[in-house]
Nanobody, 124 residues
Framework: QLQASGGGLVQPGASLRLSCAAS????????MGWFRQAPGKEREFLAA????????YYEYSVKGRFTISRDNAERTVYLQMNSLKPEDTAVYYC???????????????????WGQGTLVTVSS
């Protein structure tokens, strides 16, 4: 089970850190990803991290502004978001996929488990 948190209403230019806490003792066996879905749009990939945290990958539009990280001891994955823009307004989802390699995964269909989503609103 995945529980996302940390969303809220912020002004343009602000920062937020989203968290996704996982239950179970095998978190370290799962690669993780963050996605978002804006109103009226399809869900899109943002960032992914391998099960060890040694490899990360970002969608072009957020690269340099967003940072994905994980703490396997805490069974939590994070998404640090800086320089937020109104177009970042969306429901943000974390996702997990059992991984048998050091890979990350960027396609929605590759993920097996999803959190419930946390709403981020960027507005002045």
């Amino acid at each position: 089970q995945l529980q996302a948190s940390g969303g809220g209403l912020v002004q343009p230019g602000a920062s937020l850190r989203l968290s996704c806490a996982a239950s179970g003792r095998t978190f370290r066996d799962y690669a993780m990803g963050w996605f978002r879905q804006a109103p009226g749009k399809e869900r899109e990939f943002l960032a992914a991290i391998s099960k060890s945290g040694g490899a990360t990958y970002y969608e072009y539009s957020v690269k340099g502004r967003f940072t994905i990280s994980r703490d396997n001891a805490e069974r939590t994955v994070y998404l640090q978001m800086n320089s937020l823009k109104p177009e970042d307004t969306a429901v943000y989802y974390c996702a997990a996929v059992r991984s048998y390699s050091g890979s990350y995964y960027q396609h929605e269909r590759e993920y097996d488990y999803w959190g419930q989503g946390t709403l981020v609103t960027v507005s002045s």
